[in-house]
């Protein structure tokens, strides 16, 4: 069945470097989505692209979408503590929206 | 407006007991979701309603099942409880298929 692989499973960082996950699916997306857990938190939706190539910012974040519409990126600047927690990328196909297991990013001041 | 709501916060149970876990959806939202989290794992997806139908099943056996009410709230039942089935579930809601999804905080489910 189709999956959405997401790697790393943990990344550890110091404060101010970046930080990168990457999402890839095994079929071609209509779109997708990215999502954060703080910890003892619930996932909390953070954007959905949508475009092939399309790439969005919020603040330190980037976030990118293949021109193949099967792989996605999420690129963090300068991270700060306030970044710990669980990125969930979810691809969306037919309807469907199939989450990868995460990246738990943990950040030492 | 409010968010997605579950009840209870927690819920204890013994192996072999049954557990019945509920959800709100946030108004106007008419698809809902159920995913479990085991400790420290990602999110496996359990069960997706809408329209009061169920649409999509995880790899989850039998035991685990639901509905959805008329007024698009939901329920999750968990049957023959077994002691893996400790872990978190999230309920979650959306628009409609497809949209982004929106989490409740969870009903905490340990079984002894």
């Known amino acids: ?109 | 407006e409010a968010g997605v709501t579950q009840s209870p916060t927690h819920l204890i149970k013994t192996r072999g007991q049954q557990a019945t876990l509920r959800c709100s959806p946030i108004s106007g939202h008419t698809s809902v979701y159920w995913y479990q989290q085991a400790l420290g794992l990602g999110l496996q997806f359990l069960l997706w309603y809408d329209e009061g139908e169920e649409r999509n099943r995880g790899n989850f056996p039998p035991r685990f099942s639901g509905r959805q009410f008329p007024n698009y709230s939901s329920e999750l039942n968990v049957n023959a409880l077994e002691l893996e089935d400790s872990a978190l579930y999230l309920c979650a809601s959306s628009i409609d298929r497809g949209y982004e999804q929106y989490f409740g905080p969870g009903t905490r489910l340990t079984v002894t």
């Open chain 1, 1 to 109: 069945g189709q999956q959405v692989m997401q790697i790393p499973q943990y990344q550890h960082v110091q404060e101010g470097e970046d930080f990168t996950t990457y999402c890839n699916s095994s079929t071609t997306l209509s779109n997708i989505q990215w999502y954060k857990q703080r910890p003892g938190g619930h996932p909390v939706f953070l954007i959905q692209l949508v475009k092939s190539g399309e790439v969005k910012k919020q603040k330190r974040l980037t976030f990118q979408f293949g021109e193949a519409k099967k792989n996605s990126s999420l690129h963090i600047t300068a991270t700060q503590t306030t970044d710990v927690g669980t990125y969930f990328c979810a691809g969306g196909s037919q309807g469907n929206l199939i989450f990868g297991k995460g990246t738990k990013l943990s950040v030492k001041p």
